[in-house]
């Protein structure tokens, strides 16, 4: 069914434009008003990141997004089930175990598109640059008529991108209401590491002044700065209800997190997303139980669904010790990645493996999966000088629903936000 989708959508057009077209891009100028007008005197600072926004756009066939729409569609259901909601309970850590009353907020899918169907390569509970793709996704420009529908609609999953500041407010809202009821939600702290020096600080700028427009008060903290009382958590004096976690200590196990770990225990704060958001959703051995037949079909999901997700999740094996030895023949065909990994960090291409990194994956927890080929976007830059570029493509939903989808461009193994005219770009799905 899904080679048929693909046959009938464009798939050619979608990969000329994306070798080709040179006519429609991201107009600098244009975005720079935008943050300007969003964030007065920091605006300046997304531009100071260099290798984190692109100036092209990228093209995506209709086809493929429907086939990622629905891999997304059928994993938040499979997920969800009562057996997979067991087999994560018994393999999660304590503190992620118990039934969370708040969802944990919105999820980034990320698919390579260089195979004959979209590859789930990874599900991420923080996913960085939805505020950054979306200030992009505006500011695309066309130089010609190619294109007969408004870039605005192109741009745009199943959330009109005009709507999509509010659709991200009510997600905050919902996560705040399905804990605390009718309460009113007062403060906000966005909370990381010394955030300001974190390369994605100005989305998190981006998303003070989203929430601040919907009424709240809020404040970008160091995660060191929280202060848990008998009657809640602090920063200064003030007390904060709603904690915007974006910290990559996915279960707090660091001592710097204490605080939000003991704040997430004792129910003081609401956190999103929380330890048990990552248990269920970006946990890389779910992309191997996803491939597990009779599971899937415990969760409810028929002969169509499960070979639709066959199709969609490369191969995916839990890394064993006593399977080193086959591993390391296969590895040339395999990319190895630790079980609570981000953003590439400790990940590795088997092409590339030395034996002693490899000794080091086997002692620790990794999976392996099959390598997922990358499409390509060939940029030009100021000079006229052409380069092709890797693409993955991020889609950004909640409840099984995408929200916005942004493509990464680089060069080499991995995302990596250090390429010249890489990094976050606006997707245009192209009309059937």
Same mark, same amino acid.
């Given at each position: ?13 979608? +990969?000329?434009?994306?070798? &080709? ?18 964030? @007065? ?38 997920? #969800? ?9 018994? %393999? ?5 175990? $118990?039934?969370?009353? %708040?969802? @944990? ?13 979209? =590859? ?48 991200? #407010? ?9 804990? $605390?009821?009718? *309460? ?33 008060? *809020? ?14 958590? /602090? ?17 707090? +196990? ?30 890389? $051995? ?11 079909? =415990? ?6 669904? $499960?070979?639709?997700? !066959? =199709? ?11 399977? &080193? ?16 990994? /981000? ?10 493996? #030395? ?7 086997? &002692?620790?927890?990794?999976?392996? !999966? ?9 940029? !030009?830059? &100021? ?29 080499? !193994? ?9 990094? /976050? ?8």
């Amino acid at each position: 069914m899904i080679e048929q989708v693909l046959e009938s959508s464009a798939v050619p057009l979608a +990969a000329h434009l994306n070798a &080709a077209c040179q006519c429609i891009w991201v107009d600098r100028t244009k975005l720079r008003d935008q943050l300007r007008a969003n964030l @007065g005197d920091a605006a300046s600072l997304l531009e100071s990141q260099a290798g984190l926004v692109s100036g092209s756009v990228v093209f995506l066939a209709p086809g493929e997004a429907i086939a990622m729409d629905r891999t997304v569609r059928l994993i938040t259901r499979a997920l #969800t089930s009562g057996p997979y909601q067991q087999k994560i309970a018994s %393999n999660a850590p304590a503190l992620a175990r $118990r039934p969370p009353a %708040n969802a @944990g907020g919105i999820l980034g899918f990320d698919f390579h598109l260089g195979g004959p169907t979209p =590859q789930l390569i990874e599900i991420n509970t923080n996913p960085g640059g939805l505020l950054v793709s979306l200030e992009l996704a505006h500011a695309a420009t066309a130089g010609c008529d190619c294109l007969a529908e408004p870039l605005s609609v192109l741009a745009a999953a199943s959330v009109d991108i005009t709507q999509l500041g509010q659709r991200i #407010t009510d997600g905050f809202s919902a996560e705040w209401a399905s804990v $605390r009821g009718e *309460v009113p939600l007062r403060t906000v702290a966005i909370v990381d590491d010394e955030p300001q020096g974190q390369y994605l600080y100005p989305e998190f700028l981006l998303y003070q002044r989203l929430l601040e427009r919907a009424g709240w008060r *809020v404040v970008i903290a160091d995660v060191t700065g929280l202060d848990l009382r008998d009657d809640g958590v /602090f920063i200064a004096d003030e007390r904060i209800d709603l904690i915007y976690n974006r910290v990559t200590d996915f279960y707090l +196990a660091d001592e710097r997190h204490s605080v939000l770990r003991r704040a997430y225990e004792s129910g003081l704060a609401v956190i999103t997303p929380h330890p048990a958001a990552h248990a269920r959703w970006a946990d890389k $051995r779910l992309l191997a139980w996803l491939g597990d037949e009779k599971l899937l079909q =415990q969760a409810g999901l028929d002969a169509d669904d $499960r070979s639709h997700l !066959q =199709q969609t999740i490369p191969a995916t094996e839990l890394v064993e010790p006593a399977a &080193a030895d086959d591993l390391w023949k296969r590895r040339k065909g395999l990319f190895f990645k630790p079980v609570d990994g /981000f953003g590439s960090k400790a990940a590795y291409r088997g092409d590339k493996l #030395t034996r002693t990194t490899f000794e080091y994956i086997l &002692a620790h927890r990794y999976v392996a !999966q099959t390598v997922a080929p990358t499409s390509f976007r060939r940029i !030009q830059s &100021a000079d006229g000088a052409e380069a092709d570029l890797r693409v993955d493509v991020r889609n950004y939903a909640m409840h099984g629903a995408t929200w916005l989808r942004a493509a990464r461009l680089y060069r080499g !193994q991995t995302t990596n936000f250090r390429t010249v005219g890489g990094g /976050f770009a606006p997707v245009l799905t192209l009309p059937a």
